[in-house]
């Protein structure tokens, strides 16, 4: 294999002044004229630009005169130009290509979605484009000119020259090819305009198909607050006359931050109270944040090499997951993200994909865009915070921007920035970024009465089991928050940081009277997973006066997980549980948000991940089942107070997305979807008839498919929006998520047989293959129908969009936890999907680990 390793890296030999581009756009046949002034590095050598197959050469010269033949090699990936052909010199190679945009099903280089032209360069699209030393530590001023019919010509930069059929912009920043981006179509801005901190004028338009601009409204917004919010909490200004962002409808991912020039997936720019959910309203904002954020933490500084992805990715998630807790509320957010981690990033750490956030070796970068790099990424960014503590992590950020900007930096960059700025050694923290795994954390209690006015000793021990390659792991540094809560509720002892370094230590805590509750791992202060000796009593009693927003939350999660393992060990259902979770429920005082977060039982995902965590093997179906079972029991349990609630929640006059009414909605939502259980789904009825948004519309018609009930109202949401992409994706989605297991592989083959599963469409197939993931009894069918259905189309996709078929291959990534008869039909699929002839690069790496 092809493999890639960072040990192996190497500057470029030639340095790159200036890029210069023309295109002469046409559907199947764009001309694309590069030329590029280069200068050796030290001793003239070889001279290699990647570009592969789809990219025909029509022309070559240097300093305007064609080299010998002799001196031009080509394989499929790249061009050679021999030294011999070389001066040693500054001098200009200007390349003359065609390439086929319209051919371009894997949505990576130029392509055509919807009949607008658009790019995706990152990671490596722009050697689909032409010839170009496609590597990040690359960097160069820009220069482009657009020929084309198309009536807007957009590219990164500063306009210099708009007229019929022609553009030209210039942009000063020097940048690596992945943020270049040319877009060409038919489209409409929704304008504004943003004045800089330092008075400097920049016009902001959010481009989308004409008759969408009605939707755009809200994207506009949130990046106006992006760019407010950039300036006053990390002193970042935008350095361009405008900022330009486009929503297009095939898209392999979310977004992309090309320089002054963002493209985003349509969904997350195009939002209406009728078409959009609260969920994908506070997406969008945070989207297109993190996007603009990328403009100082990607663009300005970026990464030396792929390996270092974490550098721009992890910082800016962090950066985003700031801003949407300025914006909104904090805890709640806090809370947000941890479940994702665990959700994502716990579940890639527990099996075969399992890698560091800084990895070492890859065969196609485009598989590590992963939940390790982005969110835990972040999440070391906010450990680093809590170690140097706030005034530390200003000061290295300060020193960051300062001492690279301009640069292609390294993790040892980042680094060495914290521990100029703040002394502080971090060789130890270090290995948060090359050893993969989540560290087991253990905890016990010893209590002394007697000794100095009472004693607590807390004795931790830490362990991270082995990942692929990497067998032993030294102990990590880990920031532990813990406060005490006296018996009384009050707190004893505010958070203290504790800094774990050895494998095992203690820590102890003097005149205390009469022995307290641990509230531990704070804020989740660090990415962990905490075992401790807690029965459900304390539990309760933390989940009604813990202090930390976080900590209560978990608490209630630890009740909860204790009821389903007591269920599905046929035992009762945790009185415990039912009771606290009715007193948080009934808590005025407490948000709305944070109260729908506590209402919401664990995932049969997120139970299957804790269950193998502990080591035992999870039963999908019995998951399901204790799941289903607590929260009828909650129900009933609860039945009045859930019904006070949810008419409560009821948020009156006309919608608006703010964090506030989401929160009542969340909580509305929460009390419906258990009172489903017990009500045959009237209530949904009701709601989904009368919602006069999209949010309340789909909780109403996710609870009918889970009664039965879910036709007529599928069939009215089709015949309203039928038309309307995004929430036909919805549409395709719910069907499949919410059907009972046993239906769901049939469910999903009645849709994908539909002349509207347009599957090339990345949504829509995201929708369908990730819905039925996202059924996880139902995908883990015994009978292994969900594993070979999604292998088929992983296979059928390969050949279309390799990147999303790879990226959907991770389905598969917990198979080895499962029962053997499940094990046996996975590891079937997968290697009916290994032996494909002409499988990409992509999905074989991506396979060939989780078989390994
Ligand atoms: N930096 C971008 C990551 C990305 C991407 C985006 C769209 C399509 C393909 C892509 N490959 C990599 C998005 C981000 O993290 O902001
Ligand atoms: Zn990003």
Known sequence: ANAQYLADYRPYPFILDQTVLDFALSPDATEVTATLSLRPREAVEDLVLDGGRGVELLSLDIDGRAPDPAHVRRDGESLTIAAAALPDAPFALTTRVRIDPSANTAFEGLYISGGIFCTQCEAEGFRHITFYPDRPDVMAPFRVTIRSDKPVLLSNGNPVAIRDGFAEWNDPWPKPAYLFALVAGDLVAVSDRFTTRSGRRVDLNVWVRPGDQDRAGFAMQSLIKSMRWDEDVYGREYDLDVFNMVAVDDFNMGAMENKGLNIFN?????????????????????????????????????????????????????????FTADMRSAPVKRIEDVHTLRARQFREDQGPLAHPVRPERYEEINNFYTATV????????????????????????????????????????????????????????????????????????????GDRGGRLTLNFTQHTPPTPGQDDKPPRVIPIAVGLIGPNGDEVQPTRMLEMTEARQSFTFDG????????????????????????????????AHDTDPFARWEAGRDLAMSALMSLAQGGDAGADFID????????????????????????EEEIATALAARGATPDPDAIHAAREDLARRVAEAHADLLARLYDAMEVPGPYSPDADAA??????????????????????????????????????????????????????????FGDNRLVMDKWFSVQVMAAPPQDAVAVATQLAARRDFDWKNPNRFRALLGGLAANHAGFHAADGSGYDFTADWLMKMDGANPQIAARMSTAFETWPRYDKGRRDRALSALQRIAAMPDISRNLREMVSRMIA
Request: proline share 3%; charged share 30%; glycine share 8%.
């Open 266 to 322: 349509s969904k997350l720019v195009l939002a209406s109270p009728e078409t959009a959910t609260d969920a994908d309203y506070e997406r969008i904002e945070a989207v297109i944040a993190h996007e603009y954020f990328h403009n100082w933490t990607g663009n300005r500084i970026t990464c030396r090499d792929w390996f270092q992805l974490c550098l721009k990715e992890g910082l800016t998630v962090f950066r985003d997951q700031q």
């Open 374 to 449: 982005y969110e835990k990424g972040a999440e070391l960014i906010g450990m680093l915070k809590r170690l140097v503590g706030d005034d530390g992590y200003a000061s290295a950020l300060d020193l960051y921007f300062d001492r690279h900007d301009g640069e292609a930096a390294t993790i040892e960059d980042w680094l060495a920035v914290f521990q100029d700025a703040t002394g502080r050694d971090l060789t130890q923290f270090k290995r948060w970024y090359t050893d993969a795994g989540t560290p087991h954390l253990t905890m016990t209690e010893d209590w002394d009465a």
């Open 512 to 543: 205390l009277g009469a022995r307290p509750v641990v509230s531990a791992l704070r804020g989740f202060s660090a990415p962990v997973i905490l075992d401790r000796p807690i029965d459900d009593r304390n539990r309760a009693f933390l989940l």
């Open 580 to 603: 606290a979770i009715g007193r948080l429920a009934a808590d005025r005082d407490a948000d709305p948000a944070f109260r729908a977060l506590c209402l919401m039982l664990p995932g």
């Open 663 to 720: 929160a009542r909605r969340s909580l509305r939502i929460a009390a419906l979807g258990l009172l489903n259980r017990i009500d045959r789904g009237d209530r949904a009825e009701v709601l989904f008839g009368t919602a006069g948004n999209m949010t309340e519309r789909m909780a109403a018609l996710n609870c009918l498919i889970r009664r039965g009930r879910g036709q007529a109202a599928l069939q009215a949401l089709h015949d309203r």
